[in-house]
Nanobody, 124 residues
Framework: EVQLVESGGGLVQAGGSLRLSCAAS????????IGWFRQAPGKEREGVSC????????YYADSVKGRFTISSDNAKNTVYLQMNSLKPEDTAVYYC?????????????????WGQGTQVTVSS
């Protein structure tokens, strides 16, 4: 059974940091791209970042470049999203997702598996 389990969300003040984790199981981790998406109330789901488990290539949305860092621990089948200098506009439910093959990393329809999400709330 494929599972993606996010953790690490919470409430933080603006300027603070959080680290999200995405623990994967049930598929060959090294063959997949793992992405982080977020969805705020009333808004569409948007791609935040992704990492290729095979070669470590990373991608970021412009809105988080320089503040967020994605990394992967292949031995633990876990991907992390380190979020620094958080802003109130970063408030959303954050999801991790896995895709075997993608053309556009920010397109949620290209991902095969999804986690249940973790809430991140940034207060001003």
């Amino acid at each position: 059974e494929v599972q993606l389990v996010e953790s690490g969300g919470g409430l933080v003040q603006a300027g603070g940091s959080l680290r999200l984790s995405c623990a994967a199981s049930g598929f060959t981790f090294d063959d997949y791209v793992i992405g982080w998406f977020r969805q705020a109330p009333g808004k569409e789901r948007e791609g935040v970042s992704c990492i290729s488990s095979s070669d470590g290539s990373t991608y970021y949305a412009d809105s988080v470049k320089g503040r967020f860092t994605i990394s992967s621990d292949n031995a633990k089948n876990t991907v992390y999203l380190q979020m620094n200098s958080l802003k109130p506009e970063d408030t959303a439910v954050y999801y991790c997702a896995a895709a075997h093959f993608i053309l556009n990393w920010g397109d949620s329809y290209e991902y095969d598996y999804w986690g249940q999400g973790t809430q991140v709330t940034v207060s001003s």
